[in-house]
């Protein structure tokens, strides 16, 4: 017998292991069978499972355990990544507070060390919490981004690419942070809304006193290093100067006056300085213009030698006051406005970044995006949803090229190798390189390492034993589906492609599931400093994994932001104790799974019914997976289980169970069948909630030895089990009695009164549904009488259900007057609600201030108080006749 409750943490360990053992997680690249892969994106090796991990690996999870049930050789390949500058950043801080030598002061190779025992240690958390999830990579494929046979890959990629000229090295701007003394990409860039100041500063004219052009900055420390003012060639203010010159304050150094079109007049003064070694868009404008770049800053952030010497050594913010000063004392400070922008912060040292001109390692990523972008334009890949093209395709057609060096020391090192005259030698191995360099050449490796997206972008195919043609390489590739966040489409997805078109000749997935975030209750996003985030591990410590797998993926509507919270998350877990409820009636009135019973021989229009409803829900899960729409197989099956199964079916054949049913026949049949769909739920629903299906499967009846339900074949249903008569009937049955309710709870009849129910104009087929279903209609409508009438007495509610008039005769069950006066009551508080709502949303000052998910609750709650409104004055409608 099955536990009174339902002990999720006692089911989750009983389980995992089980699974693991079985070898069912495991691909069989040697077996003739269709294959199905998905690559896991590999999390950082020392991180934790946060909730988009939680989310993205439960939707992975599905469609593998889906897939692997249709009989596929289904490849979750799984894995970490080193992630470099987090990864090092946590060494160093471990180091600091041990009061350990710093990276520096102990060395590159006695680092590095440090940094392998760390991997060591805190490497295996985040696998062993995707383990308490339920999810099934074949781990024995487990792979690690520096592992011995990706970093060969990662070498011979480089290599290759060199020499095809699409790596090169190039003098260009970065993001660089001051503090990690690293470039790093974008994506570990943070831009902060902060208060702070624009300077309106006078440039001097060369050669008339009286002539100034004011130039809007936000950084003037930068205008040591400007080298020309830029108009646009359209602004009637500035014609009469391009191609003359102004002198730069301070400095004094001359600066011509160009025009470029980039230059947007209505903007500020329509003039600007141009810095190309410390502003993107003025470094591009630079390169056009062929303009000298001056860099005035160091690594560290303060004034260099190509400053004015009273500026050198100063911190940027120093210099920045100093310059302020000066230029207030020869009046060349025009004004200052208070303004709130958007600067970007290193999300790591949470220091302001500077575009920096450095000589970096490049890969010409234009060349490789074109046939990126063609695969998607032609449909070798599709995302889903599709809109998410048109932000691939933005980025790709716009791609810069692609810095790719790191000055750090955890990665892979770049494979170049330097003489003493500064020429670079690449290849895969230092003896490759001495080789070329020739005996006795003195060579020096390039210390700086690889941009962690570098490695990753090859994760589909490095892991599958590339350059080598493995039969892994030969089957799994390309993968059958990507999922990923938006966040990295051009990070991640976007290289990869290009990776993969370069190198295999094929795409390396052949659709993108783009899933949404995960945010709070209100919306906003989860961050540390909101005090909002909430842990998985928690949740699935205090509700379960199946109830988090099942509420993620009920959520997971397309294009949609998830919005979490504990009640929906313990609704979905009450969802499992309902569950768990069914099956211990089940077992209780000996409904359980028997290996002789066939569908087929249901013989009773109600267990025909069921058959048909499990294979609608089974077409809708198979159409919903098909389609990416999770939230919609989830719903199919949660519907059927607490609705169709548990308040119909199982109502609808208590009395067939009973002991006042004397068909011994019809009884066995009934629990056979009721059985026999316990059996399908277990199995429909066993890829959404992989604990309590299996803990069921293995308790409800005698099974094969070992056999587990995660490796039983997905349902497949003949088509002539499927009877539209006894559909028909019983949806005639569940709409009559659906209908009466309604019209008692809007009429506030009682729950547990009993009335009468008269039908006119009722057809034979009625006539004889009625006569058939008067047991079940009277037991769960609360109808104590039916009978047929020609005329509907005074005081009695009307409805039509087909060709016949439903009435319900309340008269003496309720006080008329008194239930038409609370109806209208409650439409005027309705009505009263909708219009301070409209007021709101016509407020154009709060529609423009408001967050988007306020303006959204206000708009669902309007149309909730409308659909409320209109049932109640429908029923207003049906007293006032009465």
Same mark, same amino acid.
């Given at each position: 017998?099955?536990?009174?409750?339902?002990?999720?943490?006692?089911?989750?360990?009983?389980?995992?292991?089980?699974?693991?053992?079985?070898?069912?997680?495991?691909?069989?690249?040697?077996?003739?069978?269709?294959?199905?892969?998905?690559?896991?994106?590999?999390?950082?090796?020392?991180?934790?499972?946060?909730?988009?991990?939680?989310?993205?690996?439960?939707?992975?999870?599905?469609?593998?355990?889906?897939?692997?049930?249709?009989?596929?050789?289904?490849?979750?390949?799984?894995?970490?990544?080193?992630?470099?500058?987090?990864?090092?950043?946590?060494?160093?801080?471990?180091?600091?507070?041990?009061?350990?030598?710093?990276?520096?002061?102990?060395?590159?190779?006695?680092?590095?060390?440090?940094?392998?025992?760390?991997?060591?240690?805190?490497?295996?958390?985040?696998?062993?919490?995707?383990?308490?999830?339920?999810?099934?990579?074949?781990?024995?494929?487990?792979?690690?981004?520096?592992?011995?046979?990706?970093?060969?890959?990662?070498?011979?990629?480089?290599?290759?690419?060199?020499?095809?000229?699409?790596?090169?090295?190039?003098?260009?701007?970065?993001?660089?942070?001051?503090?990690?003394?690293?470039?790093?990409?974008?994506?570990?860039?943070?831009?902060?809304?902060?208060?702070?100041?624009?300077?309106?500063?006078?440039?001097?004219?060369?050669?008339?006193?009286?002539?100034?052009?004011?130039?809007?900055?936000?950084?003037?420390?930068?205008?040591?290093?400007?080298?020309?003012?830029?108009?646009?060639?359209?602004?009637?203010?500035?014609?009469?100067?391009?191609?003359?010159?102004?002198?730069?304050?301070?400095?004094?150094?001359?600066?011509?006056?160009?025009?470029?079109?980039?230059?947007?007049?209505?903007?500020?003064?329509?003039?600007?300085?141009?810095?190309?070694?410390?502003?993107?868009?003025?470094?591009?404008?630079?390169?056009?213009?062929?303009?000298?770049?001056?860099?005035?800053?160091?690594?560290?952030?303060?004034?260099?030698?190509?400053?004015?010497?009273?500026?050198?050594?100063?911190?940027?913010?120093?210099?920045?006051?100093?310059?302020?000063?000066?230029?207030?004392?020869?009046?060349?400070?025009?004004?200052?406005?208070?303004?709130?922008?958007?600067?970007?912060?290193?999300?790591?040292?949470?220091?302001?970044?500077?575009?920096?001109?450095?000589?970096?390692?490049?890969?010409?990523?234009?060349?490789?995006?074109?046939?990126?972008?063609?695969?998607?334009?032609?449909?070798?890949?599709?995302?889903?949803?599709?809109?998410?093209?048109?932000?691939?395709?933005?980025?790709?057609?716009?791609?810069?090229?692609?810095?790719?060096?790191?000055?750090?020391?955890?990665?892979?090192?770049?494979?170049?190798?330097?003489?003493?005259?500064?020429?670079?030698?690449?290849?895969?191995?230092?003896?490759?390189?001495?080789?070329?360099?020739?005996?006795?050449?003195?060579?020096?490796?390039?210390?700086?390492?690889?941009?962690?997206?570098?490695?990753?972008?090859?994760?589909?195919?490095?892991?599958?034993?590339?350059?080598?043609?493995?039969?892994?390489?030969?089957?799994?590739?390309?993968?059958?589906?990507?999922?990923?966040?938006?966040?990295?489409?051009?990070?991640?997805?976007?290289?990869?492609?290009?990776?993969?078109?370069?190198?295999?000749?094929?795409?390396?997935?052949?659709?993108?599931?783009?899933?949404?975030?995960?945010?709070?209750?209100?919306?906003?996003?989860?961050?540390?400093?909101?005090?909002?985030?909430?842990?998985?591990?928690?949740?699935? *410590?205090?509700?379960?994994? %199946? &109830? +988090?797998?099942?509420?993620?993926?009920? $959520?997971?509507?397309?294009?949609? #932001?998830?919005? =979490?919270?504990?009640?929906?998350?313990?609704?979905?877990?009450?969802?499992?104790?309902?569950?768990?409820?069914?099956?211990?009636?089940?077992?209780?009135?000996?409904?359980?799974?028997?290996?002789?019973?066939?569908?087929?021989?249901?013989?009773?229009?109600?267990?025909?019914?069921?058959?048909?409803?499990?294979?609608?829900?089974?077409?809708?899960?198979?159409?919903?997976?098909?389609?990416?729409?999770?939230?919609?197989?989830?719903?199919?099956?949660?519907?059927?289980?607490?609705?169709?199964?548990?308040?119909?079916?199982?109502?609808?054949?208590?009395?067939?169970?009973? *002991?006042?049913?004397?068909? %011994? &026949? +019809?009884?066995?049949?009934?629990?056979? $069948?009721?059985?026999?769909?316990? #059996?399908?739920? =277990?199995?429909?629903?066993?890829?959404?909630?992989?604990?309590?299906?299996?803990?069921?499967?293995?308790?409800?009846?005698?099974?094969?030895?070992?056999?587990?339900?995660?490796?039983?074949?997905?349902?497949?249903?003949?088509?002539?089990?499927?009877?539209?008569?006894?559909?028909?009937?019983?949806?005639?049955?569940?709409?009559?009695?659906?209908?009466?309710?309604?019209?008692?709870?809007?009429?506030?009849?009682?729950?547990?009164?009993?009335?009468?129910?008269?039908?006119?104009?009722?057809?034979?087929?009625?006539?004889?549904?009625?006569?058939?279903?008067?047991?079940?209609?009277?037991?769960?409508?609360?109808?104590?009488?039916?009978?047929?009438?020609?005329?509907?007495?005074?005081?009695?509610?009307?409805?039509?259900?087909?060709?016949?008039?439903?009435?319900?005769?309340?008269?003496?069950?309720?006080?008329?007057?008194?239930?038409?006066?609370?109806?209208?009551?409650?439409?005027?508080?309705?009505?009263?609600?909708?219009?301070?709502?409209?007021?709101?949303?016509?407020?154009?000052?709060?529609?423009?201030?408001?967050?988007?998910?306020?303006?959204?609750?206000?708009?669902?709650?309007?149309?909730?108080?409308?659909?409320?409104?209109?049932?109640?004055?429908?029923?207003?409608?049906?007293?006032?006749?009465?």
């Amino acid at each position: 017998m099955l536990d009174k409750t339902f002990d999720h943490k006692q089911i989750e360990k009983n389980h995992y292991q089980k699974w693991e053992d079985s070898g069912l997680f495991e691909c069989h690249p040697k077996m003739d069978t269709s294959p199905f892969t998905i690559m896991m994106p590999p999390p950082n090796v020392t991180g934790t499972l946060h909730m988009g991990h939680a989310f993205t690996n439960t939707i992975q999870d599905i469609m593998i355990r889906y897939n692997r049930m249709k009989g596929k050789d289904a490849l979750w390949m799984p894995g970490t990544d080193h992630a470099g500058i987090a990864t090092q950043m946590v060494v160093e801080r471990k180091l600091e507070a041990e009061g350990q030598p710093s990276r520096r002061d102990m060395g590159r190779e006695a680092f590095l060390e440090k940094v392998w025992e760390w991997k060591e240690y805190s490497g295996g958390t985040i696998t062993s919490q995707l383990r308490r999830l339920g999810s099934t990579p074949d781990w024995s494929r487990e792979r690690f981004t520096m592992d011995e046979g990706l970093s060969k890959a990662v070498a011979k990629v480089f290599v290759q690419l060199y020499k095809e000229n699409l790596i090169y090295k190039d003098n260009r701007l970065v993001n660089w942070d001051p503090k990690l003394l690293t470039a790093i990409s974008d994506l570990e860039v943070v831009q902060k809304e902060v208060k702070g100041h624009m300077w309106y500063i006078r440039y001097p004219v060369e050669g008339d006193q009286e002539r100034y052009i004011t130039i809007a900055t936000t950084r003037p420390e930068t205008m040591l290093g400007d080298t020309a003012i830029v108009v646009n060639p359209e602004d009637e203010r500035y014609k009469d100067l391009i191609g003359k010159f102004a002198v730069l304050p301070i400095v004094g150094r001359l600066i011509k006056i160009i025009a470029d079109e980039y230059v947007d007049m209505e903007l500020g003064t329509g003039a600007m300085k141009v810095t190309p070694a410390h502003d993107f868009n003025d470094f591009e404008i630079g390169r056009r213009h062929n303009l000298e770049m001056i860099s005035i800053l160091d690594i560290h952030a303060k004034v260099n030698e190509n400053a004015p010497k009273e500026y050198q050594g100063l911190d940027r913010y120093d210099a920045r006051k100093k310059i302020l000063a000066e230029l207030e004392a020869q009046d060349l400070l025009e004004k200052v406005d208070n303004i709130t922008h958007m600067v970007p912060y290193g999300d790591r040292s949470d220091l302001v970044i500077e575009p920096f001109l450095t000589e970096q390692w490049y890969c010409d990523a234009k060349t490789l995006a074109a046939p990126a972008i063609e695969a998607v334009e032609s449909g070798k890949t599709v995302f889903v949803p599709k809109n998410w093209e048109n932000t691939f395709f933005e980025w790709m057609r716009n791609i810069q090229p692609w810095c790719i060096s790191r000055q750090l020391w955890w990665g892979h090192q770049i494979p170049a190798w330097y003489d003493e005259d500064g020429k670079v030698y690449v290849a895969e191995t230092e003896e490759e390189a001495q080789k070329e360099a020739g005996a006795g050449v003195k060579l020096r490796r390039d210390e700086d390492v690889l941009d962690t997206w570098f490695s990753s972008a090859l994760w589909p195919f490095s892991t599958l034993g590339w350059p080598e043609q493995t039969p892994e390489l030969a089957k799994y590739y390309p993968g059958d589906v990507l999922c990923t966040g938006f966040d990295i489409i051009f990070f991640w997805v976007a290289r990869m492609m290009m990776m993969g078109i370069h190198f295999m000749g094929d795409v390396p997935f052949k659709t993108v599931y783009m899933h949404a975030l995960v945010r709070d209750a209100k919306g906003q996003k989860m961050s540390k400093s909101k005090g909002n985030v909430i842990d998985p591990l928690d949740i699935i *410590e205090k509700y379960g994994a %199946d &109830a +988090l797998r099942f509420c993620l993926t009920a $959520m997971a509507a397309q294009g949609r #932001d998830i919005r =979490l919270s504990d009640d929906r998350i313990e609704g979905y877990r009450n969802f499992a104790t309902k569950i768990w409820n069914a099956t211990r009636y089940c077992e209780m009135n000996g409904c359980l799974p028997s290996a002789d019973f066939k569908p087929e021989n249901a013989k009773a229009t109600i267990n025909q019914w069921i058959v048909g409803q499990v294979m609608d829900v089974q077409k809708a899960i198979d159409k919903n997976m098909e389609e990416y729409r999770f939230n919609d197989a989830a719903g199919a099956i949660y519907q059927f289980v607490w609705g169709t199964f548990c308040d119909w079916y199982l109502e609808f054949t208590k009395p067939l169970l009973g *002991e006042g049913n004397t068909d %011994d &026949a +019809l009884k066995q049949e009934t629990r056979d $069948m009721t059985g026999w769909v316990l #059996d399908q739920i =277990l199995t429909l629903l066993n890829p959404f909630m992989p604990y309590i299906t299996e803990e069921l499967y293995e308790s409800i009846a005698v099974r094969p030895k070992d056999a587990l339900l995660m490796g039983q074949p997905w349902p497949v249903y003949a088509a002539e089990l499927y009877s539209d008569a006894a559909k028909a009937e019983m949806d005639w049955v569940m709409r009559l009695i659906t209908e009466i309710r309604s019209v008692r709870s809007d009429m506030n009849v009682p729950a547990g009164a009993k009335i009468q129910m008269m039908i006119k104009d009722a057809s034979e087929q009625t006539k004889a549904r009625i006569a058939a279903y008067e047991e079940i209609i009277g037991r769960m409508a609360r109808i104590e009488k039916i009978e047929l009438v020609s005329a509907a007495p005074k005081g009695s509610i009307q409805t039509i259900l087909d060709e016949a008039t439903i009435i319900l005769p309340i008269a003496e069950i309720i006080d008329l007057d008194k239930e038409r006066e609370r109806l209208k009551k409650e439409i005027d508080k309705l009505a009263a609600n909708i219009n301070r709502i409209d007021i709101k949303l016509a407020d154009e000052k709060f529609v423009n201030n408001a967050p988007a998910e306020i303006i959204a609750e206000q708009k669902a709650r309007r149309e909730e108080s409308e659909t409320v409104m209109k049932k109640l004055s429908q029923a207003l409608k049906q007293l006032e006749a009465a």
